[in-house]
Protein backbone atom coordinates (compact mmCIF):
# COMPACT_ATOMS: atom_id res chain seq x y z
CA UNK A 1 0.00 0.00 0.00
CA UNK A 2 1.49 3.37 -0.70
CA UNK A 3 2.21 6.01 1.93
CA UNK A 4 0.95 9.70 1.99
CA UNK A 5 3.29 11.86 0.14
CA UNK A 6 5.63 13.59 2.96
CA UNK A 7 6.06 17.46 2.36
CA UNK A 8 10.15 17.47 3.30
CA UNK A 9 11.46 20.89 3.16
CA UNK A 10 15.01 22.35 3.25
CA UNK A 11 15.67 22.96 6.82
CA UNK A 12 14.48 18.97 7.46
CA UNK A 13 17.02 17.75 4.97
CA UNK A 14 19.69 19.98 7.07
CA UNK A 15 18.31 18.16 10.28
CA UNK A 16 18.26 14.78 8.89
CA UNK A 17 22.72 15.21 8.90
CA UNK A 18 22.37 16.76 12.22
CA UNK A 19 20.49 13.82 13.17
CA UNK A 20 22.59 11.33 11.52
CA UNK A 21 19.53 9.92 9.30
CA UNK A 22 20.05 9.11 5.99
CA UNK A 23 18.90 11.15 3.28
CA UNK A 24 17.04 9.65 0.13
CA UNK A 25 16.98 11.63 -3.40
CA UNK A 26 16.35 10.05 -7.04
CA UNK A 27 15.90 11.45 -10.14
CA UNK A 28 12.79 12.07 -12.12
CA UNK A 29 11.96 13.62 -15.21
CA UNK A 30 8.11 13.11 -16.17
CA UNK A 31 4.86 13.17 -14.36
CA UNK A 32 4.56 9.53 -14.22
CA UNK A 33 7.70 9.15 -12.52
CA UNK A 34 7.26 11.70 -9.83
CA UNK A 35 3.97 10.80 -8.97
CA UNK A 36 5.45 6.98 -8.22
CA UNK A 37 7.99 7.97 -6.59
CA UNK A 38 5.89 10.58 -4.60
CA UNK A 39 2.96 7.91 -3.70
CA UNK A 40 6.03 5.71 -2.74
CA UNK A 41 6.70 8.19 0.30
CA UNK A 42 10.05 7.55 1.35
CA UNK A 43 12.14 9.41 -1.12
CA UNK A 44 13.13 13.07 0.34
CA UNK A 45 13.95 14.85 -2.92
CA UNK A 46 13.54 14.43 -5.93
CA UNK A 47 16.19 15.77 -8.65
CA UNK A 48 15.64 16.64 -12.16
CA UNK A 49 18.93 16.07 -13.51
CA UNK A 50 20.51 17.17 -16.11
CA UNK A 51 21.20 12.98 -17.05
CA UNK A 52 17.48 13.95 -18.62
CA UNK A 53 19.80 14.40 -21.60
CA UNK A 54 21.35 10.54 -21.72
CA UNK A 55 18.80 8.43 -20.28
CA UNK A 56 15.55 10.51 -22.02
CA UNK A 57 16.43 12.47 -24.52
CA UNK A 58 19.43 9.98 -26.15
CA UNK A 59 22.55 11.78 -25.85
CA UNK A 60 25.73 11.11 -25.09
CA UNK A 61 26.52 13.49 -22.31
CA UNK A 62 24.60 15.96 -20.76
CA UNK A 63 25.87 19.08 -22.60
CA UNK A 64 23.76 19.64 -25.02
CA UNK A 65 20.30 20.21 -22.52
CA UNK A 66 19.27 23.22 -22.69
CA UNK A 67 17.24 25.60 -20.35
CA UNK A 68 13.95 25.19 -22.31
CA UNK A 69 14.58 21.27 -21.65
CA UNK A 70 15.26 21.84 -17.66
CA UNK A 71 11.72 24.31 -17.50
CA UNK A 72 9.79 21.17 -19.43
CA UNK A 73 10.07 18.36 -17.20
CA UNK A 74 10.85 20.67 -14.21
CA UNK A 75 7.22 21.45 -14.65
CA UNK A 76 6.14 17.97 -15.52
CA UNK A 77 7.74 16.80 -12.50
CA UNK A 78 6.19 19.38 -10.38
CA UNK A 79 2.86 18.19 -11.74
CA UNK A 80 3.18 14.71 -10.95
CA UNK A 81 4.40 15.72 -7.62
CA UNK A 82 3.10 18.91 -6.31
CA UNK A 83 4.18 19.08 -2.65
CA UNK A 84 7.71 17.13 -3.02
CA UNK A 85 11.01 18.52 -2.72
CA UNK A 86 12.20 19.67 -6.40
CA UNK A 87 15.97 20.32 -6.78
CA UNK A 88 16.56 21.35 -10.45
CA UNK A 89 19.73 21.16 -12.31
CA UNK A 90 21.10 24.18 -13.84
CA UNK A 91 22.48 23.15 -17.38
CA UNK A 92 25.42 23.63 -19.27
CA UNK A 93 26.16 27.15 -19.39
CA UNK A 94 23.05 28.25 -18.26
CA UNK A 95 25.23 29.85 -15.09
CA UNK A 96 28.73 30.38 -16.31
CA UNK A 97 28.11 33.15 -18.79
CA UNK A 98 26.66 36.22 -16.63
CA UNK A 99 25.69 36.29 -13.05
CA UNK A 100 22.25 38.12 -13.76
CA UNK A 101 21.51 35.72 -16.52
CA UNK A 102 22.41 32.91 -14.20
CA UNK A 103 19.99 34.44 -11.16
CA UNK A 104 16.96 34.65 -13.98
CA UNK A 105 17.77 31.07 -15.16
CA UNK A 106 17.39 29.76 -11.63
CA UNK A 107 14.57 31.98 -11.05
CA UNK A 108 12.80 30.46 -14.71
CA UNK A 109 13.23 26.62 -12.73
CA UNK A 110 11.18 27.74 -9.71
CA UNK A 111 8.84 30.42 -11.67
CA UNK A 112 8.02 28.22 -14.28
CA UNK A 113 9.26 25.10 -13.16
CA UNK A 114 8.02 24.62 -9.78
CA UNK A 115 11.30 23.81 -8.46
CA UNK A 116 12.32 24.01 -4.87
CA UNK A 117 15.82 24.88 -5.34
CA UNK A 118 18.73 24.81 -8.26
CA UNK A 119 21.78 22.52 -8.39
CA UNK A 120 24.97 23.60 -10.19
CA UNK A 121 28.40 21.98 -10.93
CA UNK A 122 31.25 23.26 -9.73
CA UNK A 123 33.91 24.48 -7.06
CA UNK A 124 35.43 27.38 -6.29
CA UNK A 125 34.36 29.05 -9.54
CA UNK A 126 31.12 29.14 -8.99
CA UNK A 127 30.75 30.72 -5.33
CA UNK A 128 29.92 34.08 -6.64
CA UNK A 129 27.13 32.98 -8.54
CA UNK A 130 25.96 30.69 -5.77
CA UNK A 131 26.12 33.56 -2.91
CA UNK A 132 23.81 36.03 -6.31
CA UNK A 133 21.29 32.78 -6.20
CA UNK A 134 21.30 32.08 -3.13
CA UNK A 135 20.71 36.04 -2.38
CA UNK A 136 17.82 36.52 -4.60
CA UNK A 137 16.42 33.88 -2.33
CA UNK A 138 16.71 30.54 -4.52
CA UNK A 139 18.25 27.56 -2.57
CA UNK A 140 21.22 25.82 -4.06
CA UNK A 141 22.81 22.88 -3.88
CA UNK A 142 26.00 22.46 -5.10
CA UNK A 143 27.92 19.40 -7.11
CA UNK A 144 31.56 18.53 -7.20
CA UNK A 145 33.63 15.17 -7.52
CA UNK A 146 33.11 14.17 -11.26
CA UNK A 147 31.09 16.98 -12.93
CA UNK A 148 29.55 15.59 -15.84
CA UNK A 149 29.51 18.92 -17.91
CA UNK A 150 33.13 19.06 -17.33
CA UNK A 151 33.19 15.65 -18.94
CA UNK A 152 35.66 16.60 -21.37
CA UNK A 153 38.21 18.45 -19.23
CA UNK A 154 37.83 15.83 -16.79
CA UNK A 155 38.97 13.36 -19.69
CA UNK A 156 35.65 11.46 -19.50
CA UNK A 157 33.34 10.16 -16.70
CA UNK A 158 36.24 9.13 -14.81
CA UNK A 159 36.74 8.87 -10.69
CA UNK A 160 37.94 12.18 -8.90
CA UNK A 161 39.94 13.14 -5.96
CA UNK A 162 42.02 9.69 -6.64
CA UNK A 163 45.69 11.73 -5.30
CA UNK A 164 45.75 13.82 -2.39
CA UNK A 165 46.02 16.93 -4.08
CA UNK A 166 43.19 16.15 -6.21
CA UNK A 167 41.85 15.68 -2.79
CA UNK A 168 42.95 18.53 -0.86
CA UNK A 169 41.48 20.72 -4.07
CA UNK A 170 37.87 19.56 -3.78
CA UNK A 171 37.88 19.60 0.33
CA UNK A 172 38.52 23.68 -0.36
CA UNK A 173 35.71 23.42 -3.29
CA UNK A 174 32.96 21.78 -0.91
CA UNK A 175 34.43 24.10 1.91
CA UNK A 176 33.81 27.26 -0.44
CA UNK A 177 30.26 26.03 -1.88
CA UNK A 178 29.27 25.66 2.13
CA UNK A 179 30.38 29.41 2.96
CA UNK A 180 28.42 30.50 -0.40
CA UNK A 181 25.46 29.25 0.85
CA UNK A 182 23.93 25.84 -0.42
CA UNK A 183 22.11 23.67 1.40
CA UNK A 184 23.23 20.91 0.51
CA UNK A 185 26.68 19.07 -1.84
CA UNK A 186 26.22 16.18 -4.42
CA UNK A 187 29.59 14.18 -4.04
CA UNK A 188 29.99 12.32 -7.19
CA UNK A 189 32.42 9.38 -7.89
CA UNK A 190 35.01 10.19 -4.83
CA UNK A 191 36.86 6.83 -3.03
CA UNK A 192 34.30 6.34 -0.29
CA UNK A 193 37.42 7.17 2.61
CA UNK A 194 37.45 10.70 0.99
CA UNK A 195 33.61 11.18 1.30
CA UNK A 196 33.72 10.16 4.90
CA UNK A 197 36.22 12.87 5.82
CA UNK A 198 34.05 15.63 3.43
CA UNK A 199 30.86 14.39 4.79
CA UNK A 200 32.28 14.97 8.10
CA UNK A 201 34.03 17.90 7.53
CA UNK A 202 30.69 19.88 6.17
CA UNK A 203 28.06 21.10 8.23
CA UNK A 204 25.56 20.88 4.99
CA UNK A 205 24.81 17.37 4.34
CA UNK A 206 26.96 15.31 2.02
CA UNK A 207 24.80 13.69 -0.99
CA UNK A 208 27.31 10.98 -2.69
CA UNK A 209 26.93 9.14 -5.87
CA UNK A 210 29.28 5.97 -6.33
CA UNK A 211 31.16 7.69 -3.37
CA UNK A 212 30.38 5.09 -0.95
CA UNK A 213 28.68 4.57 2.48
CA UNK A 214 29.79 6.96 4.40
CA UNK A 215 27.77 10.19 3.11
CA UNK A 216 24.73 12.09 4.49
CA UNK A 217 22.49 10.48 1.79
CA UNK A 218 22.63 8.92 -1.56
CA UNK A 219 21.24 10.03 -4.75
CA UNK A 220 21.02 7.63 -7.90
CA UNK A 221 19.55 7.70 -11.25
CA UNK A 222 15.96 6.22 -11.08
CA UNK A 223 16.37 4.65 -14.57
CA UNK A 224 19.40 2.73 -13.21
CA UNK A 225 17.35 1.11 -10.19
CA UNK A 226 14.89 0.68 -12.07
CA UNK A 227 16.60 -1.23 -14.38
CA UNK A 228 15.99 0.99 -17.92
CA UNK A 229 19.49 1.69 -18.52
CA UNK A 230 20.37 -1.38 -20.23
CA UNK A 231 23.93 -1.96 -20.91
CA UNK A 232 24.85 1.75 -19.66
CA UNK A 233 24.38 1.15 -15.94
CA UNK A 234 26.99 2.67 -13.61
CA UNK A 235 28.49 -0.16 -11.47
CA UNK A 236 27.97 1.54 -8.22
CA UNK A 237 24.18 1.60 -9.29
CA UNK A 238 22.10 -1.37 -7.83
CA UNK A 239 19.01 -2.86 -9.74
CA UNK A 240 15.86 -3.15 -7.80
CA UNK A 241 13.20 -3.75 -10.59
CA UNK A 242 14.35 -5.01 -14.01
CA UNK A 243 12.04 -2.90 -15.52
CA UNK A 244 13.42 -2.64 -19.24
CA UNK A 245 13.02 -6.58 -19.72
CA UNK A 246 9.42 -6.22 -18.51
CA UNK A 247 8.78 -3.72 -20.71
CA UNK A 248 9.86 -6.01 -23.33
CA UNK A 249 7.46 -8.74 -22.36
CA UNK A 250 4.78 -7.09 -22.53
CA UNK A 251 5.59 -5.47 -26.09
CA UNK A 252 6.24 -8.84 -27.01
CA UNK A 253 2.47 -10.44 -25.65
CA UNK A 254 0.56 -7.13 -26.78
CA UNK A 255 2.37 -8.07 -30.76
CA UNK A 256 1.38 -11.40 -30.81
CA UNK A 257 -1.87 -10.87 -29.33
CA UNK A 258 -2.85 -8.56 -32.30
CA UNK A 259 -1.11 -11.03 -34.69
CA UNK A 260 -3.29 -13.65 -33.40
CA UNK A 261 -6.37 -11.95 -33.26
CA UNK A 262 -6.53 -12.65 -28.88
CA UNK A 263 -6.22 -8.31 -28.77
CA UNK A 264 -9.07 -6.68 -28.78
CA UNK A 265 -11.52 -9.59 -28.86
CA UNK A 266 -10.48 -11.10 -25.45
CA UNK A 267 -9.51 -7.43 -23.91
CA UNK A 268 -10.33 -7.74 -20.50
CA UNK A 269 -11.70 -4.18 -19.06
CA UNK A 270 -9.14 -3.23 -16.88
CA UNK A 271 -10.65 0.30 -15.19
CA UNK A 272 -13.70 2.35 -15.74
CA UNK A 273 -11.77 4.33 -18.18
CA UNK A 274 -12.99 4.42 -21.96
O1 LIG B 1 21.99 14.90 -13.54
C1 LIG B 1 21.91 14.10 -12.59
O2 LIG B 1 21.09 13.16 -12.57
C2 LIG B 1 22.83 14.29 -11.48
C3 LIG B 1 22.98 13.16 -10.53
C4 LIG B 1 23.80 12.11 -11.18
C5 LIG B 1 23.54 13.58 -9.23
O3 LIG B 1 23.44 15.30 -11.36
Redesign the pocket.
Known amino acids: MSKPESPVRIPEIQAKKARGEKIT?L?AYAAWMSRLVAQAGTVDML??????G??ELGYDT?IPVTMDDMVRHTRAVHQGAPNSLIVA?MPFLSYQVDIAEAIRNAGRLMQEGGATAV?L?GGRTVVAIVERIVSAGIPVMG?VGLQ?QSVHLQGGFRRQGTHPEQQQQLMADAAALEAAGVFAI?L?CVPSAFAKQVSQALHVPV?G?GSGADCDGQ???THDILGLSGSITPSFAKQYAQLGDAIIAAVNSYAREVRSGEFPVHAKKQSGNA
Open positions: MTLVGDSLMVTDKEHPVEIIVLV
